[in-house]
């Protein structure tokens, strides 16, 4: 800040014209960020339960649309002994989120993650789940699970 009061007027001027388009840039970023970190809370969303469905190479497929704060379907039934493909498709531009989903006792991992800005929001995850049960899956980020961003893969 001494350096800038030395500076003659005209050379701030230049300074600040400069600069402007950054600072700019900088405030409508935030902004955008801000807003794109708004969403429904999951609490707020009932049960949107989906059932896999087996195409002709015997995979059970479901698409999940992962969006701030909660998933849709955020239930999703699969059949143990048969591999699932989940697609996942991430629908919030700005906030980061995951899938994730631990039981490797039961044959189920899932770890997917979009950060702030992605240029590819679709990301998959196969596996096989081996134990029938309710398996809870939630977004790992920040407080987006307290938020009420889980569901339940449930395996028959």
């Known amino acids: 800040m001494l ?21 700019v840039a900088g405030a409508a970023l935030a902004l955008l960020a801000s807003a794109g970190c708004g ?12 059932t896999a469905r087996t195409g002709a190479d015997g995979v059970q497929a479901v698409t999940v649309e992962v969006h701030s704060f ?4 955020n239930r999703i039934v699969v059949e143990a002994g048969k591999p699932v493909e989940l ?13 994730t989903c631990e039981h490797p ?6 770890d997917k993650s979009k950060g702030i800005i992605s240029f590819n929001p679709t990301k998959h995850v196969r596996f096989t789940p081996a134990k029938p049960g309710e398996y809870e899956f939630f ?6 699970m307290m938020k009420g961003m889980t569901g339940t893969l449930v395996v028959r």
Do not use: Q
């Not at 697609?87 to 899938?99: D, E, Q, R």
């Open 3 to 23: 350096a800038w009061s030395f500076m003659k007027r005209s050379d701030r001027r230049r300074s600040l014209a400069a600069s402007a388009p950054m600072i």
């Open 39 to 50: 969403g429904t809370p999951g609490s707020k969303v009932g049960v949107n339960e989906v």
């Open 70 to 73: 909660y998933f849709k379907p």
């Open 87 to 99: 697609t996942l498709k991430f629908k919030s531009l700005f906030a980061p989120h995951n899938m």
């Open 105 to 110: 006792d039961a044959g189920i991992s899932i």
């Open 139 to 144: 977004c790992g980020v920040g407080s987006h």
